[in-house]
């Protein structure tokens, strides 16, 4: 089953604007949950991560949003930029592997 | 110092062909992980290693998977008789504690079996 479930699959915002990824999961267990970014060709590399006794975290144009009761989480972009396109995975993990979404291939047009 | 590297970068096998997939972790990183990622999905976990000790290896697929990291440091993934299935990218990544969701991900190895 899948534990993390994100969505949208893919987006596209004119550069400037503000993607919002979201991200579900199952599992109360878990006690922190980050925020990946991939460019192709790469590894993925840890941009940002909260834990659930945190509603909100902010680290340069990167937010996550965290709603406990909902289970749900969320990345927002601040003033994005063409450097920001690349592949976004949330994530969860308690005393076990990370358990990853599927991503969100975010494209950032000039 | 340097990142997480693995080599080969790109790896071409015939099926039923015998792979191995290598990984230098970060120095001084304690716990070191491989995943698969298949195209357009997130990564999936195979195998923990915590120094040399495998404390887990629930992800890998089959028997015909198999990881080592004899003296705590570099670590091999060898896939046996390869299958199609197996093609994908396979990541390895290290942290310093244990299961920490503080991980660095090398480049990866991207698996085609043809």
């Known amino acids: 089953q899948q534990q993390v479930k994100q969505s949208p699959q893919s987006l596209i915002v004119q550069k400037g604007g503000i993607p919002i990824i979201n991200c579900a999961y199952e599992?109360?267990?878990?006690?922190?949950f980050p925020w990946y970014q991939q460019f192709p060709g790469k590894g993925p590399a840890l941009l940002i991560a909260?834990?659930?006794?945190?509603s909100e975290k902010k680290e340069g144009r990167f937010t996550i949003s965290f709603n406990k009761s909902a289970k749900q989480f969320s990345l927002h972009i601040m003033d994005s930029q063409p450097g920001d396109s690349a592949t976004y995975f949330c994530a969860a993990i308690r005393d076990t592997p990370l358990v990853f979404g599927k991503g969100t291939r975010l494209s950032v047009i000039a | 110092g340097a990142g997480v590297s693995q080599s080969p970068r790109y790896k071409v096998a015939k099926r039923g062909q015998d792979v191995a997939l290598r990984c230098d972790p970060i120095?001084?990183?304690?716990?070191l992980f491989w995943y698969q990622q298949a195209l357009g999905q997130g990564p999936e976990f195979l195998t923990y290693?915590?120094?040399?000790?495998?404390?887990?290896k629930s992800g890998l697929p089959s028997d015909r998977f198999f990881a080592e990291r004899p003296e705590g440091s570099v670590s091999t993934l060898k896939i046996q008789r390869t299958q199609q299935e197996d093609s994908a990218v396979y990541l390895c990544?290290?942290?310093?504690?244990?299961?920490?969701?503080?991980?660095?991900f090398g480049p990866g190895t991207r698996l085609t079996v043809t």
């Open positions: 599992n109360t267990a878990f006690d922190y």
């Open positions: 290693f915590q120094n040399e000790a495998q404390l887990d």
């Open positions: 909260i834990r659930p006794d945190v």
């Open positions: 120095s001084g990183h304690v716990s």
């Open positions: 990544a290290s942290s310093f504690g244990g299961m920490s969701y503080e991980q660095y």
